[in-house]
């Protein structure tokens, strides 16, 4: 039988084998919402070999909810460590222009007819762009060169803050505006694994890497209990993306 002392000593054995693992591993900046994108993001950026630091960002959404998944999701995927940022980019604090964080109402059943020209009521301004340079702060304090974020431009509500020449034009200037890019010469990169994959594609790659799609949430209009409204853009692309995978969305629905 063993001994709780011998167990102890085993523990503290295996922390110390992680440490050293993720001490040699090189270390990335994954922006973690708690959606699917992020979290299969995060796991691929994981599977490819980096330690990861997870940068959550708590601007006032009103889906709040995935401020608790983005959570479950760093401490399953074994985030080294995991910050939650708070930034107020609501009306009350002064920005706003979005449904998400300001007044007005999640469109439900939104017509998908030119969505990429047709840019929704739930888009947060300049949100991306935000996020990506904060995350590019961090990484320079963390002497990290990598950022993940699981930004699609397949399947997606036509924000054009997830487009590839976005993503081109943020990491040519990370790299003009930080010392570790002008003086040090470190080529900062921008990861998307995500931003050509269809959102079954998505799904697969999540299953294949072992992600527990139960842990994450997307939808921008969830009910009191947290559960998804299946209406919104968020919730509609995500259960085309499970069906289409020909597998059941985890999730837990309202109705």
């Not at 270390?27 to 993001?41: E, R």
Request: charged content about 20%.
């Amino acid at each position: 039988m063993t001994t709780a002392p011998n167990m102890h000593t085993n523990a503290m054995h295996a922390r110390a084998a992680q440490i050293a693992r993720l001490q040699q591993c090189p270390p990335a900046v994954v922006l973690c919402s708690g959606g699917m994108d992020s979290a299969v993001t995060m796991a691929i950026a994981r599977a490819e070999g980096y330690t990861v630091h997870a940068l959550t960002f708590d601007y006032g959404q009103r889906h709040r909810v995935e401020l608790r998944a983005a959570r479950r999701v760093a401490r399953a995927l074994g985030a080294a460590r995991h910050l939650v940022k708070r930034i107020d980019l609501t009306a009350a604090g002064g920005f706003g222009g979005s449904v998400l964080t300001g007044p007005g109402r999640v469109p439900h059943r939104r017509s998908r007819t030119g969505v990429a020209a047709a840019i929704p009521p739930t888009y947060v301004p300049a949100r991306n762009l935000i996020f990506l340079s904060l995350a590019v702060a961090w990484a320079e304090i963390l002497g990290a060169a990598d950022i993940f974020i699981g930004v699609n431009a397949i399947d997606y509500s036509g924000y054009p803050d997830c487009r590839p020449e976005f993503i081109r034009a943020f990491q040519r200037t990370a790299r003009l505006a930080t010392k570790a890019g002008a003086q040090n010469h470190v080529e900062i990169r921008v990861h998307t694994p995500v931003i050509r994959m269809t959102k079954a594609q998505i799904v697969r790659k999540g299953l294949a890497l072992g992600l527990d799609f139960s842990l994450t949430h997307s939808c921008y209009d969830p009910d009191t209990w947290g559960r998804a409204c299946g209406k919104c853009d968020a919730c509609r692309l995500r259960l085309k993306g499970f069906r289409e995978a020909g597998t059941k969305d985890p999730a837990k629905y309202a109705g």
